[in-house]
């Protein structure tokens, strides 16, 4: 066992590098859909360790200006979770996700403990870690593509020890510019040779996830390598970051016009865009709408759904596929933080970035334009994805080891230095606490349910929904009881007492999860046709919740139409047929609701 002193000595030389190789680990170890889980876990310990351990410097860490642009998105996410319909949810972050305003409060404190003891060397140890780290990630998902360990477990992909490829591919963007960060800089040949192994294996791996957002992100990586080093050659780093504000600029108004004015677009060009964009454009579009119900502090993060796709066969059937995060950093700031998030947010990018640029003026350094060039690519890709804390945590180190650059590594003594550290410490494992209190625990054996048997059990769930305030429990306790066939006389979680938790999630979260609201709609039909409710009431009033929670499709409407009409509450579904045709419908759907809609007039 590594004593004390050895721990401290490890803390203060390789804080990234520890934390990373301890979460693979970790990752490896425990169920993989809990990987988002366990890798928050693992930056909380590594924000502790780090704000305990590590002794202060002097230099750019002391800069308190820096330290604020870091805190402002976490804490103005913050406040938008104590405002959100779900609290529990939006701090902690849903199961399978964990991107809620915990992520956000982590990441910046880790940056801040990084930067507040930061050390001559840090880029480039940060840079050795990030490369390691992407390429025991990449080889992992290549292991999954050949199934070298048995079937993936979750998924028909290769995510590796990550929960979705498109979370690996994040950090093989960084992974790759770090690598070449790394070989730049390398002292030796065998460090270099090291550093052209990982970045090799990251970009094979990148081939086999086959992510487009992934393949835009390193291409924008690169490209920010080559003018970041040329323009600061020439001096013109402070001109180049004008020219910058003014391409985002030009970029994000136009995107913004697209998704307000969709519905008004000419025939066949929002297939087109969708196309374009992976099928990611009908989820911008309810993303943009859902922004409008709370525009100033936003609605929280992870209390966005909605439907990207959807389907029927009328009357016979209904399919539809659904999202539980906008898959793009603007939208999702803007949605989960409202106009003072995404603000906050990019006040920071502004600041941090002068500061990272700024010490390459006129002293061209190119290991450090490939760790911004990193940071570019991350951004990049997180337009077409979602945040994942592992990603966000490596992207803060980075931010970190280029800011302090100036930094001399001297240790600091001053007198109450252990009262700033103690509370980062003190916070970060009060958190980790908090992940298990709200249903981190559920997420370890929800896990492990689904690598033993393929399927979470309904005793898990059941417990779950009592426990956990994450609608999900619920909504999968619903979908296996309904699918599952019980002999008579046998016990169903009907009868269970905790099945009326289960209800009660649903009716409080469907107006901001829409599965939820079908979910709840579906138990209502239940309830119609077992003759336990003889009006069309709960079934309604679940429809409405999920009209607010994805306004942007017709689908509420299709759904009330056909459902009504099949169980005899003729009035409610000509209503629902009148007001769907309001909406963007397909073809078919639409002729069936028009024939509904002036049915018996």
Not at 88 to 95: D, K, L
Not at 121 to 143: H, N
Not at 280 to 296: L, T
Not at 461 to 483: C, E, G, H, K, R
Request: one cysteine or more; hydrophobic letters at 50%; charged letters at 15%.
């Amino acid at each position: 066992m590594m004593n004390p002193q050895r721990l401290a000595r490890a803390a203060a030389d390789e804080p990234v590098g520890i934390w990373l190789a301890f979460a693979a680990v970790a990752m490896a170890l425990l169920p993989n859909p809990a990987a988002t889980m366990t890798a928050l876990v693992t930056i909380a310990i590594a924000v502790a360790l780090t704000a305990l351990l590590r002794p202060m410097s002097h230099g750019l860490a002391n800069d308190r200006f820096v330290l604020a642009a870091l805190v402002a998105p976490a804490l103005a996410l913050t406040v938008s979770s104590v405002l959100a319909s779900n609290p529990g949810v939006s701090f902690f972050g849903s199961t399978g996700q964990r991107a809620g305003a915990a992520t956000w409060v982590l990441c910046a404190a880790f940056a801040a403990a990084l930067l507040r003891t930061a050390r001559r060397g840090d880029a480039g140890r940060t840079a050795r870690a990030a490369a390691c780290f992407a390429a025991v990630l990449a080889l992992a998902a290549i292991a999954d593509r050949f199934a070298v360990f048995g079937p993936i477990p979750a998924g028909s992909l290769p995510a590796g020890l990550l929960e979705n490829t498109l979370s690996t591919g994040q950090v093989l963007v960084m992974g790759v510019l770090c690598a070449g960060a790394w070989g730049f800089s390398a002292p030796t040949r065998l460090q270099r040779a090291v550093s052209i192994a990982c970045g090799a294996m990251c970009v094979v791996s990148i081939a086999y996830i086959g992510s487009l957002g992934t393949w835009a992100g390193l291409a924008v990586g690169v490209v920010t390598v080559a003018i970041v080093h040329a323009v600061s050659r020439a001096g013109r780093l402070r001109a180049l970051s004008a020219g910058i504000g003014a391409a985002v600029a030009g970029l994000v108004a136009p995107a913004g016009m697209l998704l307000i004015t969709g519905p008004a677009m000419p025939e066949g060009l929002q297939e087109r865009l969708a196309a374009a964009a992976s099928d990611r454009f009908p989820i911008w579009q309810s993303a943009a709408s859902s922004a409008w119900r709370s525009p100033v502090f936003g609605v929280g993060p992870e209390q966005f759904t909605g439907f990207t796709t959807w389907g029927a066969v009328p009357p016979q059937s209904l399919s539809f596929t659904s999202t539980f995060d906008p898959h793009n950093l603007l939208l999702y700031l803007l949605v989960c933080g409202g106009v003072v998030g995404l603000g906050s947010a990019l006040f920071a990018c502004a600041v941090l970035a002068r500061r990272a640029l700024l010490p390459l003026e006129g002293r061209p350094s190119l290991p450090r334009a490939c760790m911004v060039g990193a940071l570019a690519g991350y951004l990049v890709s997180l337009l077409f994805s979602w945040v994942t804390p592992i990603s966000l945590a490596l992207a803060a180190a980075i931010v970190a080891a280029l800011v302090a650059g100036r930094a001399d590594g001297s240790p600091q003594s001053r007198p109450g230095a252990w009262l700033m550290r103690v509370p980062v410490a003190a916070v970060a494992l009060a958190i980790a606490a908090g992940l298990f209190a709200t249903g981190g625990i559920w997420e370890y054996r929800w896990g492990a349910d689904l690598a033993e048997y393929g399927n979470p059990r309904i005793e898990t769930t059941l417990a779950a929904a009592q426990d956990s305030p994450d609608p999900l429990y619920s909504i999968v306790t619903v979908q296996n009881s309904m699918n599952t066939s019980f002999a008579e006389g046998e016990p169903t979680p009907y009868d269970d007492p905790r099945f009326a938790v289960v209800v009660e999630r649903l009716k409080t979260d469907a107006d901001w999860h829409c599965t939820a609201a079908m979910t709840s709609f579906d138990l209502a039909v239940r309830d119609i046709r077992l003759g336990t409710a003889n009006s069309w009431d709960a079934a309604g009033a679940a429809l409405a919740a999920g009209e607010m929670a994805d306004p942007r499709t017709g689908l509420w409407y299709y759904t009330g139409t056909a459902y009504a009409e099949n169980l005899g509450f003729a009035a409610e579904a000509r209503q629902y047929a009148q007001d769907g045709l309001a909406y963007d419908l397909p073809e078919n759907v639409r002729a069936y609701m028009v024939e509904r809609a002036y049915l018996d007039e």
